[in-house]
């Protein structure tokens, strides 16, 4: 559609196509091109923005490759959550099993898959925050809509744990109206979901309330949000979970041997190159998948790196720091950014806090550290991938809108102005 409307600008420069518009034969042909595109381009920009029964376009294809891709297991098993923004529904994928066996007795040591479940739907409820869509200080439901979708069958024990595991949750923690689980065995199984299935069983007809462009985990700090859902899933919501197990899992105990390999695989104390600095997602990328590997620390990677924060945060420098506390700093980086909500709520600089970790003999990364900036606000908006895109989209929408439209009046202006006639070239 976009190449035929700058074929047509060609042509029109050419004068080529004027001619064919001052044809009575071909002008009404002209004219439903013209049409037909003005009304391709705005069904196009429904669906890129989702318009009464459109899904927004791209993100939501997007979402269906992200799930299926998940389920298939293309890159790994890779645990996730998203609490796409408008939409009031966390999606969360988890996984059971291992070598392809499914350990159906209950342990100290088995969590039937709830603990990663459990920390997925904090990142949901940082994602809310950071969307700024959830107020944990007014908002609580006492009835969650729990669906945990199972398509590979998995034995059923999984699906009646994690189910009463999201139940369980206390009210500081029912923050969410709608919870969608995907419990996928570790080494996936072939199931594709359509996108109709999607808005059947995720977000209802049409995705209402869909945002094209809101994403605010630009300002999140995964060196906090990792450390934090690992730390309140396995201490907090997890032993909640399990009252009625015979054999319940054991959250804290799991957590002290955790924080105890981490401090082995990071190399602490005395790791120089262990430097968290802004605890960026992209920064953290680079510290465990690159630069840590690189000096023997293959197994340091972004989830210990923000366990460690996580725990020296809450167990060194600031002792006093509750749950309550965390969610307001998401909140409030939905306007300030993450820096100055860490700062405004804690009442120390992301700086200050960097260099004491640096310097402590706890850590011992380095002993003349100066910190680090913390990151800055970002518009979730314009400052989001999707900001980006739709407003690419828009740009294109805008331009075949006047170019067809233009192109249309000036035909039929052309046509009846003429009465279809077409004055004959004169030759000099």
């Known amino acids: 559609m976009i190449i035929f409307v700058f074929a047509v600008i060609y042509l029109e420069k050419k004068g080529q196509c004027c001619r064919c518009c001052l044809d009575p034969d071909s002008s009404p042909l002209w004219i439903g091109l013209y049409i037909g595109i003005l009304v391709l381009d705005i069904i196009f920009y429904c669906w890129v923005i989702g318009v009464g029964s459109f899904c927004p376009g791209i993100r939501s294809m997007d979402q269906l490759n992200n799930i299926n891709s998940k ?3 293309e890159e790994g098993p890779s645990a996730g959550a998203d609490f796409i ?3 009031e529904v966390c999606t969360i994928y988890t996984y059971v099993g291992d070598d392809g066996e ?13 603990k990663v479940g459990l920390h997925e739907y904090i990142h949901c409820v940082q994602q809310g925050q950071l969307n700024g869509e959830i107020d944990d200080t007014t908002t609580s439901y006492d009835d969650i809509d729990i669906t945990i979708l199972n398509p590979c069958e998995v034995d059923d024990i999984f699906v009646d744990k994690m189910e009463a595991a999201f139940e369980s949750l206390p009210s500081a923690w029912r923050l969410i109206p709608k919870i969608v689980v995907f419990l996928i065995p570790r080494w996936g199984c072939d199931f594709q979901y359509t996108m109709s299935d999607l808005q059947e069983l995720v977000y209802g007809a049409g995705c209402p309330g869909w945002s094209p462009t809101l994403y605010g985990l630009v300002n999140e700090v995964n060196a906090i949000a990792e450390g934090e859902a690992e730390y309140y899933s396995m201490n907090v919501l997890s032993p909640l979970a399990v009252t009625d197990w015979t054999t319940p899992y054991d959250g804290p105990a799991a957590w002290n041997i955790k924080m105890s390999e981490n401090f082995d695989s990071c190399g602490v104390p005395g790791n120089e190159f262990l430097t968290v600095r802004d605890g960026s997602s992209d920064w953290l990328a ?3 998948e690159d630069i840590l590997p690189r000096e023997g620390y293959e197994d340091c990677r972004g989830n210990p790196i923000g366990e460690l924060t996580f725990d020296y945060l809450i167990n060194y420098y600031r002792t006093e720091t509750t749950a309550t506390e965390l969610k307001e700093i998401w909140r409030t980086a939905f306007t300030e950014g993450f820096a100055d909500a860490f700062e405004q709520v804690l009442g120390s600089s992301w700086s200050d806090f960097i260099q004491d970790m640096e310097q402590s003999t706890e850590y ?3 002993p003349d550290s100066e910190g680090y900036p913390g990151q800055p606000y970002r ?3 314009s400052g989001s991938e999707w900001g980006i895109v739709t407003t690419v989209m828009t740009v294109v929408f805008v331009i075949l809108l006047f170019v067809s439209s233009f192109l249309l009046l000036k035909t039929l202006h052309t046509k009846f102005s ?4 077409v004055k004959p070239k004169t030759t000099v």
């Open 71 to 73: 389920i298939n297991v």
């Open 85 to 87: 923004a408008g939409t």
């Open 102 to 114: 499914f350990d159906t007795v209950e342990s100290s040591e088995n969590d039937f898959g709830i």
């Open 286 to 288: 680079e510290l465990g």
């Open 364 to 366: 011992d990364i380095n």
């Open 379 to 381: 518009n979730p908006n």
């Open 418 to 421: 003429n009465n279809g006639t």
